[in-house]
């Protein structure tokens, strides 16, 4: 039944008290940040990408993950906020030169050293591997750890020399109060870019309109003024718009020969119809006088 002298309880065995929290390894949490996709659970190579939480993933990772809108898929946290590949941001991260890589623990008889890591600081040289805050610029994508921008400050990248702000500079997996500040930054971002669409869109059709109405009037005054004669002939004058505007603005004299080739023009048509006139009015004539002619020989042959 025990308890029989052969074994000695203690309280703790006894009573049951309360459960102690589990601790998380810092360790384990590191490496499962800086060295594997926060999506897929991979481990990261290149391109890598980060969000604007400074979060890392796989680029190919991120791209199935925008591509599958399957009823299926199961909602990602990590990757809620992630809604076009604009959002995230490739990162120019610089080797580590003392890194050799995985060949050394594939046989799995050799100590595997968390403290290294495949990339550093190009300016500083410290490690990526947790161990330091690293942050990345939304312009180019270079990464620098905090410190390096504390100490060389300028408001251009040390790496490829593009200008960027402090609203540019996005902690990598930062605490909880570096995401807050981040998280907001980004509905800002968004909101913002959200209502420059919109201006742009309000712009693009008042020009539209703008240029409707001016070329409804533009065509009715560079129409075709048609002068009709007596004789039923048409002359067409063409009269343009800018052609009179450039006349008034540059040379009065031009405007004063195109009036008076208008008038000339009008003179001749005027002239034309004269002539014809008196042409149809003469053979009219001539035509009635034959017909007097041939009535009166039928008259005349009538009364014989």
Known sequence: MGCDGGTIPKRHELVKGPRKVEKVDKNAELVARWYYCAL???????????????????KDAVIEFLLDKSADKTPMEAASHIK????????NLADNPAWSGDKESIKG???????SARFICPVVGLEMNGRHRFCFLRNCGCVFSERALKEIKSEVCHKCGVPFQEEDVIVL????????????????RRLKSKLEKKSKKCKATESASQQDSTAGPSKAKSGKDCIKSSSGEKRQIIFTKSSADNGNSSVP?????AASATKRSIADSEEKSEAYKSIFTSHSSAKRSKEECSNWVTHTAYCF
């Open 253 to 257: 004299g031009k405007v004063n020969k």
């Open 84 to 91: 076009s590949i604009k959002n995230v941001t490739e990162l």
């Open 40 to 58: 897929s659970q991979e481990k990261l190579c290149r391109p890598i990408v980060a969000c604007e939480l400074g979060r890392l993933y796989n």
């Open 109 to 115: 008889d050799k100590y595997d050293d968390i403290q």
């Open 173 to 188: 997996n930062g605490n909880k109060e570096d995401v807050e500040v981040l998280k907001k930054r980004m509905e800002d």
